[in-house]
């Protein structure tokens, strides 16, 4: 097909460590395949359409197997939206979720979803293929709407774990729907800014916001 490249890309086809491999390499190995992975997706999809594309040409794009695809990514949709929201997980979650690191909720939640997004934003020079992609197919639009229920959820379990507080209490519902949507807010505004400022400077400035309107320890103060 036109515009596809079949020459293997920085990532090596078998990306499964060996048992005395430092952990440090095998986390490198692993980013520099989910690297070759996306970067391959979003070439292909600015090249040919999103609709055009298929996992196989992705997988000959990066230098990869199938298996290796679906060791990284459920979906093609996955592996074009660098920016898809996702629920925190690693230690900032356990760290969040354990009263840390500051002790203050709202604080520690900008934090927690700083470092995060620190971690899975695309470059800044990727910024705008990223938003001409997820505009320009229905399908992509609906798969970022849905990573942002995902990311409310994952708040909300954060949350929840925290406080001691069951997810389903008004609490914890209200305080994810808001932080959710602060993240979203701080998201745009980074890619507005280009990319050019600190993730963790912008959701820290959000949250801070978000601060002046909300009283968490109120919120989750006993009855």
């Excluded at 989910?34 to 794009?61: H, N």
């Excluded at 695309?122 to 609906?142: C, F, G, Q, Y």
Aim: glycine share 6%; hydrophobic share 40%; proline share 8%.
């Amino acid at each position: 097909m036109s515009g596809v490249n079949t020459s293997p890309a920085s990532a090596d086809d078998d990306d499964s460590p060996t048992p005395d491999e430092p952990l440090g390499l095998r986390e490198r190995k692993r980013r520099a395949t989910e690297a070759a992975l996306r970067r391959a997706a979003v070439d292909l999809a600015s090249e040919q359409g999103f609709d055009a594309i298929t996992i196989d040409e992705i997988c000959r794009r990066a230098g990869v197997s199938p298996r290796t695809f679906f060791n990284y990514f459920p979906s093609k949709e996955d592996a074009v939206l660098q920016a898809r929201p996702s629920p925190p997980t690693g230690d900032d979650l356990e760290r969040f979720c354990a009263g840390g690191p500051s002790g203050d909720l709202v604080t520690d939640l900008a934090t927690m979803m700083g470092a995060h997004l620190a971690a899975r934003l695309p470059p800044a020079t990727d910024l705008v293929r990223h938003h001409h992609l997820l505009h320009s197919d229905p399908r992509l639009e609906a798969h970022f709407r849905a990573g942002l229920r995902d990311l409310e959820v994952g708040i909300a379990r954060a949350i929840a774990t925290r406080t001691d507080t069951p997810v389903e209490d008004l609490p914890v519902q209200v305080l994810s729907a808001v932080a959710s949507g602060v993240v979203r807010v701080a998201m745009t505004r980074w890619i507005a800014a280009g990319g050019d400022l600190p993730v963790q400077a912008v959701v820290d400035d959000t949250f801070d916001t978000l601060r002046l309107g909300l009283d968490a320890d109120a919120l989750f103060a006993p009855a």
